[in-house]
């Protein structure tokens, strides 16, 4: 996939979201769906990790090499702990192309992540 | 303020959110940004805590008694302790009437949460 083509990648609605999860407001949240909604909250629950998610976040197609963003002022050792907890939590993919991985947001889990929060749902 | 004025509350929209911080796709995110935001994530990153926060956004107006939400499964101090820290991340404000404490959700907080998490911003 070629840069340009990523860059068009059309963004979601809340609609398309991954019905990970009901709202918060439908009422009492099982055990399960706790569980998966908080793992994903935790992902984002670090200062570090979250600049480093809204750093690749901001790239054009919300997907950015690892060499861009290992500026963040961390060690490389540390940014790629918190690349591989935002990954387990489904909130990046990976993809290894040549010499370089790239990171890209997974735009319909964190459109799930925000649907959650919708107060007016 | 009775009951029934609560359950009047007008839900807020996306615009109201509090302008707490930007969303993730502004840009790279300062750390004091970064901090605040992690903060609130870490308050719904707890399976318990986020069941607590649910049961009371599901009730009209998004408030309830603490008696309403006691027979979640742990123990009071654990109900107190948890209600503490979504209180202290300034998602949930509470009131004592009479006997009971009240625990409301802090409607603009959510918002702003849901709005850092916006992509198509």
Redesign the interface.
């Known amino acids: 996939m070629s840069k340009s083509e990523i860059a068009e990648l059309p963004?979601?609605?809340a609609e398309d979201a991954v019905p990970c999860c009901p709202p918060?407001?439908?009422?009492?949240?099982s055990?399960a769906d706790?569980?998966k909604?908080?793992?994903m909250?935790?992902a984002?629950?670090?200062?570090?990790?979250?600049?480093l998610?809204?750093?690749i976040?901001?790239f054009a197609g919300?997907e950015a090499c690892v060499c861009d963003i290992s500026d963040i002022g961390v060690s490389q050792p540390t940014v790629s702990h918190h690349l591989k907890k935002l990954r387990e939590a489904g909130l990046l993919t990976s993809e290894r192309r040549g010499t370089w991985v790239y990171y890209q947001?997974a735009?319909s889990v964190?459109?799930g992540?925000?649907a959650m929060?919708?107060?007016?749902t």
Do not use: C, N, W
């Open positions: 963004l979601l609605d918060i407001t439908a009422g009492e949240l055990q706790a569980e909604m908080a793992a909250f935790k984002l629950s670090d200062p570090v990790r979250l600049r998610f809204s750093r976040a901001s919300g947001v735009p964190v459109a992540m925000a929060l919708d107060l007016r």
